[in-house]
T-cell receptor, first 112, second 117 residues
Framework: DQQVKQNSPSLSVQEGRISILNCDYTNSMFDYFLWYKKYPAEGPTFLISISSIKDKNEDGRFTVFLNKSAKHLSLHIVPSQPGDSAVYFC???????????FGQGTELSVKP | GAVVSQHPSWVICKSGTSVKIECRSLDFQATTMFWYRQFPKQSLMLMATSNEGSKATYEQGVEKDKFLINHASLTLSTLTVTSAHPEDSSFYIC?????????????FGQGTRLTVV
């Protein structure tokens, strides 16, 4: 049972344009959502999170949007840079300090 | 941010032998650490939650006798893959939260690439 889903395994974007990575979830009990970036053979690094009581959180070039009614969240990267090329994982958690449930990941490629 | 260090970063072992992977929180104490496994092109699958001073909590389908977890101190958790077989070859990653910071964000180690030949 995949509670967190990232249906696009890959995304290619031109440098300077917007990258939009999508994530869907099924469990309405999740109270936080997080995005992680991962390079091959390395552990994930935290990017940005959002509480379930909010619908938007922004940090520099990264913005996460949450649509609770649709059980959908998205990560926007503007402007995209070649260094953003990596695999992005969406993750969800219920009760603070609990385990993270990860999506399958989306491989982003930003072309110069 | 907080630092989680994992060792070794890669290991090759013979089938039937055991391999120990260490996960350390370098600048904070972690009562709980998490162990994940990632197959190529797939998600990070939680294997178990490591609790300092008590038994680990394993996810459904994970053999606790095969993947031994020990969390003997507040800064160290170990995962031992016992009697390893080629199907155990994978990327293993640990994570921990810094209790001084957010209760949601988890910091990850660098991962360990295990190859069983």
């Amino acid at each position: 049972d995949q509670q967190v889903k990232q249906n696009s395994p890959s995304l290619s974007v031109q440098e300077g344009r917007i990258s939009i990575l999508n994530c869907d979830y099924t469990n309405s009990m999740f109270d936080y959502f997080l995005w992680y970036k991962k390079y091959p053979a390395e552990g994930p690094t935290f990017l940005i999170s959002i509480s379930s009581i909010k619908d938007k959180n922004e940090d520099g070039r990264f913005t996460v949007f949450l649509n609770k009614s649709a059980k959908h969240l998205s990560l926007h990267i503007v402007p995209s840079q070649p260094g953003d090329s990596a695999v992005y994982f969406c993750a969800a958690i219920y009760n603070q300090g609990g385990k993270l449930i990860f999506g399958q990941g989306t491989e982003l490629s930003v072309k110069p | 941010g907080a630092v989680v260090s994992q060792h070794p970063s890669w290991v090759i072992c013979k089938s039937g032998t055991s391999v120990k992977i260490e996960c350390r929180s370098l600048d904070f104490q972690a009562t709980t650490m998490f162990w994940y496994r990632q197959f190529p092109k797939q998600s990070l699958m939680l294997m178990a939650t490591s609790n300092e001073g008590s038994k680990a909590t394993y996810e459904q389908g994970v053999e606790k006798d095969k993947f031994l977890i020990n969390h003997a101190s507040l800064t160290l958790s170990t995962l031992t893959v016992t009697s390893a077989h080629p199907e155990d070859s994978s990327f293993y990653i640990c994570s921990a939260r810094d209790p001084r910071q957010s209760h949601t964000e988890a910091f990850f180690g660098q991962g360990t690439r295990l190859t069983v030949v």
